[in-house]
């Protein structure tokens, strides 16, 4: 899914309005956060056929943003809003898993996605060397893991899920980067906050997957 708001172009900006850019995508960050943890609760207790339809919905307002953002900034919010709704009701058949079985991974999972974030966020941020490159390998990575994860599913092998996960962390550590360093960079003009949120909430969303799956074992995905 996070491979869909890749790439955008970006150079050098003002400071005034990388700023301005900075505020308003972490601003909408924060707004798909809230919705997300709206959805969870509000899909807490539906079956995990109904998350799959959900996930497919939210993946429809992903693509659709990018269309979106050449004609209007109020539709592309719209859509990433309805996206973290969305993913949020796909990932509540899970979540609502972790809470019943053992909550204080949920917590684990949490705190070490806000360190990784922040770590990695502001490397991104604050590097001068342009780290397109570091998003191309990540890209192909990306696919090269979702191809290990479907093999996964008709091969045991022996720790593998943690290998994947932590394979998955090293990927989105470099997608991170590249995203905060889009927010000092762009040149998107005003469209450029909501699908750069979108990114950057992808990341979140996986580092948290990931340790997710990390600190209970890969018993549950």
């Known amino acids: 899914m996070s491979a ?21 995508t972490m601003g909408y960050v924060a707004a798909t956060a809230a919705l997300f943890a709206a ?5 807490r ?4 056929g109904a998350g ?18 050449r004609r ?4 592309t919010v719209g859509l990433l809003a309805a996206f973290g709704l969305l993913i949020g009701v796909a990932v509540a058949p899970t979540l609502a898993y972790y809470a019943s079985t053992n909550p204080d991974v949920l917590w684990k999972a949490g705190g070490a996605t806000a360190l990784f974030i922040a770590g990695f966020g502001s490397a991104g ?3 001068r060397r342009d780290l397109s490159s570091l998003a191309r390998i990540c890209f192909w990575a990306l696919l090269a893991l979702i191809v290990f994860g479907i093999v996964l599913i008709f ?16 990927i989105f550590a470099g997608f991170t980067m590249f995203d905060f360093q889009r927010l000092r960079r762009s040149q ?9 949120a979108a990114s950057i909430f992808l990341d979140i969303l996986n580092v948290f997957l990931f340790f997710l799956s990390i600190f209970s074992g890969g018993r549950r995905n």
């Open 39 to 43: 959805g969870a609760y509000l899909g």
């Open 125 to 127: 941020y604050a590097t």
């Open 155 to 170: 091969v045991h092998i022996p720790h593998a899920q943690l290998a994947y996960s932590v394979l998955g962390l090293v």
């Open 188 to 196: 998107g003009g005003p469209n450029a906050a909501p699908l750069i």
């Open 72 to 75: 209007s900034q109020g539709l």
């Open 45 to 48: 207790n539906l079956s995990s």
């Open 4 to 24: 869909s708001l890749r790439y955008q172009g970006y150079g050098s900006t003002s400071p005034d309005w990388t700023r301005t850019l900075f505020a308003q």
């Open 52 to 69: 799959i339809v959900a996930f497919i919905a939210a993946f429809v307002c992903l693509i659709a943003m990018r269309f979106a953002a």
